[in-house]
C-alpha cells in the first residue's frame, strides 16, 4: 500500500504561481512513477504530468506544457507540481498518483483544491 497526501492548493489570482506537494508514505520502495491529475468543475479528471520514481521520463500535458513543472525528492518521498502562470481554466481539484507498474495509476491521493481567479 501506498499512501498519498497532498498539500499546497489554495487561491491564486491569474498569472500568479503554486507549488503543490505529495507526500508518499508504506511501500513506496514499488512505486514506478508518480503523477499529477486534475478534475476541473463538471469535467471529467485530465492528465497533467507524471515523473518516474527513480527520475526522468517526464511528460507534461500540452494544457500545461511550459508553465507547469514536476518533480520529484526521493529523500523526502514527496512529488511536486510548480504551477506558474496560472489560469482560470487550470481551477481544479487536483490529485496525486502512484503506479507501481508503467500502464496503471493504483493510489491516490484526496486532492486538494486550486483556484484561479481572474
Known amino acids: 500500500q501506498v499512501h498519498l497526501v497532498e498539500s499546497g492548493g489554495g487561491l491564486v489570482q491569474a498569472g500568479g504561481s503554486l507549488r503543490l506537494s505529495c507526500a508518499a508514505s508504506?511501500?513506496?520502495?514499488?512505486?514506478?512513477?508518480m503523477a499529477w491529475f486534475r478534475q476541473g468543475p463538471g469535467k471529467g479528471r485530465e492528465f497533467v504530468a507524471r515523473?518516474?520514481?527513480?527520475?526522468?521520463?517526464?511528460y507534461c500535458a500540452d494544457s500545461v506544457k511550459g508553465r507547469f513543472t514536476i518533480s520529484r525528492d526521493t529523500a523526502k518521498n514527496t512529488v511536486y507540481l510548480q504551477m506558474n502562470s496560472l489560469k482560470p481554466e487550470d481551477t481544479a481539484v487536483y490529485y496525486c498518483a502512484a503506479a507501481r507498474v508503467p500502464t496503471t495509476f493504483d493510489y491516490w491521493g484526496q486532492g486538494t483544491q486550486v483556484t484561479v481567479s481572474t
Open positions: 515523473i518516474r520514481w527513480s527520475g526522468g521520463n517526464i
Open positions: 508504506g511501500r513506496t520502495d514499488s512505486t514506478y512513477a
